[in-house]
């Protein structure tokens, strides 16, 4: 049996708490056990604005919520500052950061098996002196480790990596480098081979320009550094594939002859698992030294408090995040 998961508090004026609560309620019977870094009193008061009923077990240690996961949602105390639901305050940030920071630290030292992060709202944190783009750079920062962690979004029938992420389309088109798509490929490779039981995963690599820029009629970038990168990548023994134009790799029959899609930028790769999969898409951290998933979704201020968020992005993650961690159990 695997260690709970952590399960991090996310935007308390977000859909965090309801999600996380309607995942306990719906789906408890098929989700490894997890706990959730939260303030008991706060998740008290809003099942009970929402006509709930929701148990809840304060738990002291993470080993706890084992025993107890079936019948109450297990919560180790953490505090916040009460706000409105829809309404970001800088006050509640320092609580948002230091959730994350709890769950990796029990991550890291084994009493959980993985960080679950619920969303954050970037500007509510940077009013606060957050640093950091996202949750991404700053979970890197946390692992202490040089090479940037990867953004996997996944789902049943899609993997995409995208090799630049939030950044302005032109900027990332200036960051591509054949080093930066092999360094990338690497790192890609040998997570889903430690994490997703993929013995040789089989990579696809797109174009950036339209039809892969057609012999250079249309773009230059796939001559001039992307088939290098194709080219070093199989001599490192991958199995890879491309550069692929990238209107026709999406499709059901094209996906059947990779495991991942490796993007070029943020929204080629984005928008084919959010058609696919728009409630189911899971974000996973790949070259982290631990196992960290998420909702493939943001904070949904618009709709916070109702009780209407759905909550199957989360349990996606909730569930991914068992299966690897039980994977990377068994292979030690």
Not at 129 to 153: C, K, S, V
Not at 292 to 305: E, K
Request: charged share 20%; aromatic share 4%; proline share 7%.
């Amino acid at each position: 049996m695997i260690a709970p998961l952590a399960l991090s508090m996310g935007e308390p004026a977000g859909i965090g708490g309801e999600i996380t609560l309607k995942a306990w309620r719906d789906h408890r019977q098929d989700l490894p056990a997890f706990f959730v870094i939260d303030c008991p009193h706060r998740l008290s008061h809003l099942a009970n604005d929402l006509k709930w009923t929701v148990p809840l077990c304060l738990i002291s240690d993470p080993s706890e919520a084992l025993d107890v996961f079936q019948d109450a949602l297990p919560v180790l105390e953490h505090p916040v500052t009460a706000g409105t639901p829809g309404v970001i305050s800088k006050h509640t940030a320092k609580s948002v950061i230091s959730s994350i920071e709890r769950a990796v630290e029990l991550t890291q030292s084994g009493a959980a098996s993985a960080v679950v992060t619920n969303p954050i709202h970037k500007h509510a944190l940077k009013q606060s002196g957050f640093e950091f783009p996202g949750h991404t750079e700053f979970l890197a920062e946390l692992a202490g480790i040089e090479t940037p962690p990867i953004m996997m979004l996944a789902c049943d029938e899609l993997r995409v990596v995208p090799l630049t992420v939030h950044v302005a389309l032109k900027d990332a088109i200036a960051q591509l480098s054949a080093d930066l798509i092999v360094e990338k490929c690497l790192i890609t490779a040998q997570a889903l081979k430690d994490t997703a039981g993929l013995k040789n995963p089989r990579l696809a690599i797109a174009g950036l320009n339209p039809h892969a820029g057609e012999d250079g009629d249309m773009g230059r970038e796939e001559i001039d550094f992307i088939n290098a990168a194709v080219q070093r990548l199989k001599d490192h023994g991958l199995d890879v594939r491309g550069p692929l134009p990238p209107d026709t790799m999406f499709h059901k029959a094209a996906r059947q002859n990779y495991d991942v899609a490796m993007c070029m930028y943020h929204d080629q790769a984005l928008i084919p698992i959010k058609t696919l999969a728009f409630d189911l898409g899971v974000n996973v951290t790949l070259g982290l030294p631990f196992i960290r998933t998420s909702p493939d979704h943001g904070t949904a201020l618009n709709i916070a408090g109702q009780g209407i968020a759905s909550e199957t992005s989360l349990v996606a993650a909730l569930k991914m995040a068992g299966v690897m961690a039980q994977r990377k159990k068994d292979s030690l």
